[in-house]
């Protein structure tokens, strides 16, 4: 990573929370400027566009520019560009939030094939019964220390993991406090 920095990135993909990206494009357009900024060839960018815009199902939207997008569809876009150089590392920060069901299974679907071929993922979440579903080694985060890691049969310890995630970061709080006043 220090020796070849560029190198390095080129092997990454990242979808950060938040993303900014210019808006005042179309999903293709975006993926194109960016496509083309990495350097990739204009034919292959404009097949791997077609591919993750059909898949994503943002090819629906072909006239629609990404300030008009909803959050889901910026999230997918998003995705498309941390996939479309075909990276063997993707950085992922809460990648299904505000995604429908459908396009969830989608991007699952995505997921589990770029792993298989070998990739890895670091995937950020808040959503345990998400991460139990993806991840087979899981890194809990506590006050940005690491409270526990292994994997995710180590770190569960037979409960489910968000149990286990808020019994790490609430030991000293006693459990999960309740409002009294909302029983009737």
């Not at 998003?78 to 995604?99: C, I, K, N, Q, T």
């Not at 991460?131 to 770190?155: K, N, S």
């Amino acid at each position: 990573m220090w020796e070849e920095p560029a190198a390095a990135k080129a092997l990454i993909g990242v979808l950060p929370d938040g993303l900014a990206m210019p808006e005042r494009l179309t999903g293709r357009e975006v993926l194109t400027y960016l496509g083309l900024l990495r350097g990739l060839p204009e034919s292959t960018v404009g097949r791997r566009a077609e591919d993750l815009l059909s898949v994503l199902e943002l090819d629906r939207a072909e006239k629609t520019l990404v300030i008009e997008y909803s959050t889901g569809m910026r999230k997918k876009i998003g995705l498309a560009a941390a996939l479309l150089h075909a990276p063997r590392l993707l950085v992922l920060d809460e990648p299904f939030e505000a995604v429908d069901p459908v396009s969830a299974a989608t991007i699952k679907t995505i997921l589990r094939g770029f792993v298989a071929g070998g990739g890895s993922i670091v995937l950020s979440s808040h959503v345990m019964a998400l991460v139990e579903q993806l991840c087979d080694h899981v890194a809990v985060i506590d006050g940005g220390r690491v409270a526990a890691a292994g994997t995710l049969e180590e770190i569960r310890e037979g409960r489910s993991l968000e149990e286990r995630f808020v019994r790490l970061v609430n030991a000293e709080g006693g459990g999960v406090k309740e409002l009294a006043w909302l029983s009737r």
